[in-house]
């Protein structure tokens, strides 16, 4: 199976910073990488698709980057909706696997 | 909008077997665009994909899981579900189910729902 490394596993950040997440495959995946937020008792939500992709609906202070094994994601401007857990995962190839996930935390 | 919705007990006594279903409101089931998937967070594993099926009832899943798991569809109450059988205090976790889309030949899951909690234990 390929591994999803997230870092860091969480970090504490204020309204108005800028926040990176990184994930690193244990092979090359080229861009088939998802991030995904999710908050306590709601569904998860898909924010960047095929590495750099944004959903639609998704505000454009999310971005995405990397291929092959290295991935981020970027908030440009934390805003106080965005403090939730966020994921990578690969769709290069079953078992479909995800990061360990990075708690955003309210500093 | 397209929802989805778990259902189940939520306590499984240690080798019996857990069932889930996913309701999808909003939307077809039968829509051959999709894939509908299971997935479970547990705090030693996180997030794990256990296996997805078409509506014509095409099935793969995880091979760590697949001895013990079935999922099937019912188009006609547009629900799809998990059988998990043998369960352990390992597969306490929250099940969720979520569709997969495609874009190019991109997979990713773009509408999930909000989990179900399932404890095994005696």
């Known amino acids: 199976d390929i591994q999803m490394t997230q870092s860091p596993s969480s970090l504490s950040a204020s309204v108005g910073d800028r926040i990176t997440i990184t994930c690193r495959a244990s092979?090359?995946?080229?861009?088939?990488l998802n991030w995904y937020q999710h908050k306590p008792g709601k569904a998860p939500k898909v924010l960047i698709y095929a590495a750099s992709n944004l959903q639609s609906g998704v505000p454009s202070r999310f971005s995405g980057s990397g291929s092959g094994t290295d991935f981020t994601l970027t908030i440009s401007s934390l805003q106080p909706d965005d403090f939730a857990t966020y994921y990578c995962?690969?769709?290069?190839?079953?078992?479909?696997?995800f990061g360990q996930g990075t708690k955003v935390e309210i500093k | 909008q397209l929802q989805l919705q778990e259902s189940g007990p939520g306590l499984v006594k240690p080798s019996e077997t857990l069932s889930l279903t996913c309701t999808v409101s909003?939307?077809?089931?039968?829509?051959?665009?999709?894939?509908w998937v299971w997935m479970r967070q547990s705090p030693g594993k996180g997030l794990e994909w256990i296996g997805s099926i078409y509506y014509s009832g095409s099935t793969y899943y995880n091979p760590s899981l697949k001895r013990r798991v079935t999922i099937a569809v019912d188009t006609s109450k547009n629900q799809f579900s998990l059988k998990l059988s043998s369960v352990t205090a390992a597969d306490t976790a929250l099940y969720f189910c979520?569709?997969?889309?495609?874009?190019?030949?991109?997979?990713?899951?773009?509408?999930w729902g909000q989990g179900t909690t399932v404890t095994v234990s005696s």
């Open positions: 909003g939307g077809s089931i039968s829509n051959s665009s999709y894939y």
């Open positions: 092979q090359t995946i080229s861009t088939f």
């Open positions: 995962q690969q769709s290069y190839i079953t078992p479909w696997t």
């Open positions: 979520a569709r997969r889309s495609l874009w190019l030949v991109y997979y990713y899951m773009d509408v």
